[in-house]
């Protein structure tokens, strides 16, 4: 059951265009990632589902999801699915987060717009929420600035999976991380994947974290999708030359450990 | 040992600093408690009789020429001066921040119009404005505080709006709209409080200048009319007996002197406060 389909999305700045025709479509509770170098015009595709496209930048096509076209939406309309339909995490973990504010007042900012809880009850959840994704109730009372990196991330994804969102599209989410912290974000949102059933549509110019998580692979390359399909299928048995390369191009999965790699799942 | 000494002498810069605020600070004050207790003097009642008369303790000023106890009048005259160029700066604060705010926020049209009108402002040095306006309306003070916000709210909305631009593109703004919240909220409660500090420092510099503005506007006779007792008029009255009665000249100019320098070193001090760059992170 497709959960979000995107129909020959084209999306084009003043001068030039940014992505061409794209279609693809998420499954509920799928990990579907999108793969490509930057400036493929994959993170532009994912703002142009939440219709967080800078102004300048115009999305012509269809993005279906509940039966409606997410680019014809009012804003009052998209303001009541995003955040609490789709919710977002970005990569620059440090930005994401008003400085002066608590982690406790960017959770407040979202329970109180989706949820119609009392003041103990908000607070109640979002430490529950915290504890889930590994962090201890006290960081509800702290500032961004007293987290480190991989705290900041977790509590970032606590706060979008609050609502209980269909869809999660994580942009980059470990790129700003070291590989220990990115490794822990990243069993967090398979374990979450799988627990609340949420779709995940994870954006990344790593293959490391396609191989393990994924379910199904789009390659982006100059705006256009050269190669879709299951994970393994593409990773094991690329048809495009560009995915080859680019499989080939990542440390981990060079041809040598590649062929230790396929030995490991077969 | 290089640093040590460096660390001394910022100690020491930093005590004498504190000690001058304080003493700039305790010298109105006890001015303003005597003024309460003994002094009942009428600011504008002349009295020729008690003409220039010098220091003594029922005037421990003396009088003018037309024999008002000094005091008084410079006590008074703090709430003419300083008074309303706190009310002009509160006025160009509270227009120049929102519009500076939300031309950054919207961007396009909007923004390009205002700032276009800001630049026009600002290519006008401030007293030419201040007194081609004056000139317009008519001499007098609600006219003088009138052209200073004309002049001031650029500089608040310039400000603002450079501020929210260099937040505008950080995620937490696109995650407060992904989290629903409205402009408005987004504009005053995640980007408002960017610029307190900004904000502040500049007032506290911008006061010093308001103060001038007012006092020179006001001895060239283009601001408070006589008999109002204002620190610039009534230089401007002094003028005349200013060889009989120096001191008629020097105290008005002293107070100006302080109050300028005092709002000059409350403008570091915020400055030093505010300065995040500077801060160590715990």
Known sequence: MSLLTVNRLSIAGPRQPIVHELSFDIRAGEWFAVVGQSGSGKSVAASAIGQLLPSNLKATGEIRYDGRNLLALSPADMRRIRGRQIAYIFQDYQGAFTPFHTIGRHFDDVQRLHLSLSKDERRQQAESSLVFVGLSEEVYDRYPSQLSGGQLQRAAIAIALLPKPDLLIADEPTTALDSVSSFRVLELLSRLQKESGCAILFITHDWRHVRKYADRIAVMKDGRIVEAGDAQEVLHRPRHPYTELLIQSSPSLSRFNRLSSSEVTS | ?282
Request: aromatic residues 8%.
């Open chain 2, 1 to 282: 040992m290089e640093l040590a000494l460096a660390g001394n002498t910022s100690t020491l810069r930093k005590r004498l600093r504190t000690a001058a605020l304080l003493f700039m600070l305790a010298w109105p004050a006890a001015a303003a408690v005597y003024a309460f207790l003994v002094l009942n003097y009428d600011p504008s009642l002349v009295s020729l009789a008690d003409r220039l008369l010098p220091p003594s303790f029922a005037h421990p000023l003396g009088t003018d020429h037309l024999g008002r106890d000094v005091l008084t009048r410079l006590l008074l005259g703090a709430r003419q001066t300083v008074g309303y160029g706190l009310l002009a700066l509160i006025a160009a604060v509270a227009i120049g921040v929102p519009l500076g705010i939300w031309a950054g926020f919207k961007g396009g049209l909007a923004d390009r119009i205002l700032m276009r009108i800001a630049d026009a402002f600002l290519s006008f040095p401030d007293t030419i404005v201040a007194i081609v306006l004056t000139g317009l309306l008519g001499a007098g003070l609600e006219n003088l505080l009138l052209a200073i916000l004309v002049v001031k709210w650029v500089s608040y909305a310039r400000l603002a709006r450079s501020t929210v631009l260099t937040e505008r593109g950080k995620d937490y703004v696109l995650m407060a709209r992904i989290n629903g919240l409205r402009p408005g909220r987004i504009m005053s409660k995640h980007l408002f409080p960017h610029l307190i500090g900004h904000v502040l420092v500049l007032a506290s510099l911008d006061v010093g200048k308001i103060i001038l503005l007012i006092s020179s506007l006001s001895y060239i006779g283009l601001g408070a009319q006589p008999p109002a007792p204002e620190w610039g008029a009534m230089l401007n009255e002094a003028r005349p007996y200013f060889q009989a009665q120096p001191s008629l000249m020097v105290y008005p100019g002293l107070m100006i002197v302080f109050v300028v320098l005092l709002m000059g070193l409350l403008g570091d001090y915020w400055r030093d406060k505010f300065d995040v760059r500077k801060e160590v992170r715990p």
